[in-house]
């Protein structure tokens, strides 16, 4: 598979012709019409600091559907006694630095760059992207995640916990939300074993860009 490079136009390329592991393309902008021309289409952003911006459409595909969230019975024992409040949008800069800076098992560093976040810090004002805030009863954040919104489809960028279970129930508020918005579809993008027991699946890249094409359109999702 050709891998493209990418110039002055924000227009991509077929996502179904990115190589075995998804890379696609290479180069174009972090601008939001870059980024909003490649969600629509099914591909991200990911790279490393200091590295050339890399578009990527992975085969499998990792996905939510909202109403198949799982809720172990420890859990639900969790969520009942009430002990986190829940925001979505009243801390988006915070949830994005949080995501960029907490350690994770088998990563080093982050690639959540100073461009990323400013790019996702642009799609949030102007109400593309969103966030889910978990706090605890002294005001603390603790956890919570943050992705795009596009007409039916949620495209998660990245979760974090302070806190055994925070961003367990930030993606167990979020799928309560997406359903009362009639959201069919969160995009996970790739496998975590921590996902999987939540319930997301894995499809292949063809069903999702199928899934997609039926669920998408250049319409912001109202986060209240």
């Given at each position: 598979m050709?891998?493209?490079?990418?110039?002055?136009?924000?227009?991509?390329?077929?996502?179904?012709?990115?190589?075995?592991?998804?890379?696609?393309?290479?180069?174009?902008?972090?601008?939001?019409?870059?980024?909003?021309?490649?969600?629509?289409?099914?591909i991200f952003p990911w790279f490393n600091q200091g590295d050339p911006i890399l578009w990527w459409c992975p085969n499998p595909r990792m996905v939510l559907y909202p109403a198949n969230f799982?809720?172990?019975?420890?859990?639900?024992?969790?969520?009942?006694?009430?002990?986190?409040?829940?925001?979505f949008n009243q801390a988006f800069e915070k949830v994005v630095d949080c995501c960029g800076t907490i350690s994770r098992e088998g990563q080093e560093g982050t690639w959540i760059t100073s461009n990323m976040k400013a790019a996702y810090l642009?799609?949030?004002?102007?109400?593309?992207?969103?966030?889910?805030?978990?706090?605890?009863?002294?005001?603390?954040?603790?956890?919570?995640?943050?992705?795009?919104?596009?007409?039916?489809?949620?495209?998660?960028?990245?979760?974090f916990s302070t806190v055994s279970n925070a961003s367990k129930i930030a993606l167990y508020y979020l799928c309560k939300r997406l359903l009362?918005?009639?959201?069919?579809?969160?995009?996970?993008?790739?496998?975590?074993?921590?996902?999987e027991s939540l319930g997301a699946e894995l499809i292949s890249r063809s069903e999702f860009l199928k899934q997609l094409n039926n669920s998408v359109q250049r319409k912001k999702l109202e986060f209240k």
């Amino acid at each position: 598979m050709p891998i493209y490079y990418l110039e002055n136009k924000a227009e991509f390329p077929n996502p179904e012709e990115a190589d075995d592991e998804g890379l696609l393309a290479v180069g174009g902008s972090l601008k939001s019409d870059w980024l909003l021309a490649a969600y629509q289409k099914g591909i991200f952003p990911w790279f490393n600091q200091g590295d050339p911006i890399l578009w990527w459409c992975p085969n499998p595909r990792m996905v939510l559907y909202p109403a198949n969230f799982k809720r172990s019975k420890s859990f639900r024992n969790v969520l009942n006694q009430n002990k986190y409040s829940v925001t979505f949008n009243q801390a988006f800069e915070k949830v994005v630095d949080c995501c960029g800076t907490i350690s994770r098992e088998g990563q080093e560093g982050t690639w959540i760059t100073s461009n990323m976040k400013a790019a996702y810090l642009e799609l949030h004002k102007m109400g593309w992207c969103h966030s889910v805030e978990v706090w605890d009863d002294q005001s603390k954040l603790v956890g919570g995640l943050y992705g795009v919104g596009m007409g039916q489809v949620f495209f998660g960028e990245s979760m974090f916990s302070t806190v055994s279970n925070a961003s367990k129930i930030a993606l167990y508020y979020l799928c309560k939300r997406l359903l009362g918005l009639e959201v069919r579809l969160i995009d996970c993008q790739v496998y975590t074993k921590h996902l999987e027991s939540l319930g997301a699946e894995l499809i292949s890249r063809s069903e999702f860009l199928k899934q997609l094409n039926n669920s998408v359109q250049r319409k912001k999702l109202e986060f209240k």
